[in-house]
């Protein structure tokens, strides 16, 4: 009897209301060099076309399932496509992310370098603005300091995980209203499973949210959110961090991660010269780039 195929990604995307940018990112899968993945939508009941959009891919990719979802939260549906998942790797995206077309095929052979458990990449923005560079790099390299210092950080806009400890983890908390992301590295880690960051391929990372918000005005909106965070208090999410249309779901925790990373680095006052010196060599290379 022949056994079922692996595919060696499940690419899980969870979806609200996502017609103008979901299918620049299945168009985007659907030039890969490699096929060797499939692809779950996980829609939390959409009101716009977002479905019909996405079934438009169905000969166009490899495998396509499209799931729903009776709640509107994305640790629920990220989990539902994971459950769903037949993968050696989970790769989760936001409907936003944009990909080169090398970018499976990259991220393969450096697991194959570097077989990790847990992983994130670093990311370019959507623009070409000094601003939106700035505020990439910054997310990069607080991405960088947190694996250091052995305290994954993880932006909900990609993260992969090996299929069979995605459950041995639990999954993702949608207790967890804001951070979900980095909670879900950080239980991986102290299991013991490992974490890194790739720095190539680099996928695209929307910056739609900063755009609509405007950057002081989201950053304020963050502040509180961090707070709250800080202190173990919960946070609605539906209410204070909605997900849905390119709202402000997945977005980054500047404030919150550095004020960990902080106290981390202080902590361990032995290892401060030395994250510091490649940092430094990180942020060099990525003015060389900029």
Known sequence: MTAPYKPFFSIIIPALNE???????LLDLAKQTTRDFEVIIVDGQSSDKTVEKSLAFKDKLPSLTILTS??????????????KARGRYLLFNDADNRLPEYFLEGVRYQLHVRP?????????????????????????????????????????ALIGCRQNIFKK???FDPEVGFA???????????KGYSFGVFHEPRFCYSFRRFRKVGKIKLLQKYAVLNLKYLTNQKVNQPK??????????GETRISSEITKI????????????????????LLSLEENNS
Do not use: H
């Open 19 to 25: 017609e103008k940018f979901l299918p620049l990112l």
């Open 70 to 83: 009776k709640v509107k939260n994305v640790s629920v549906q990220r989990n539902q496509g994971a459950f």
């Open 116 to 156: 990790l458990d847990l992983f994130t990449c670093w990311f370019v923005p959507d623009s070409e603005a000094g601003s939106d560079k700035t505020i990439a790099t910054y997310m990069n390299i607080i991405i960088e300091t947190g694996s250091l210092i052995g305290q994954p950080v993880a932006y909900g």
């Open 169 to 171: 983890i639990g999954g």
């Open 180 to 190: 979900e992301d980095t909670d879900f590295v950080n239980r991986g880690s102290k």
């Open 240 to 249: 204070e961090y909605p997900m849905g249309g390119g709202y402000l779901e």
């Open 262 to 281: 902080i106290k981390q680095v202080f902590k361990k006052g032995s290892q401060k010269t030395k994250i510091t010196d490649r940092l430094r060599a």
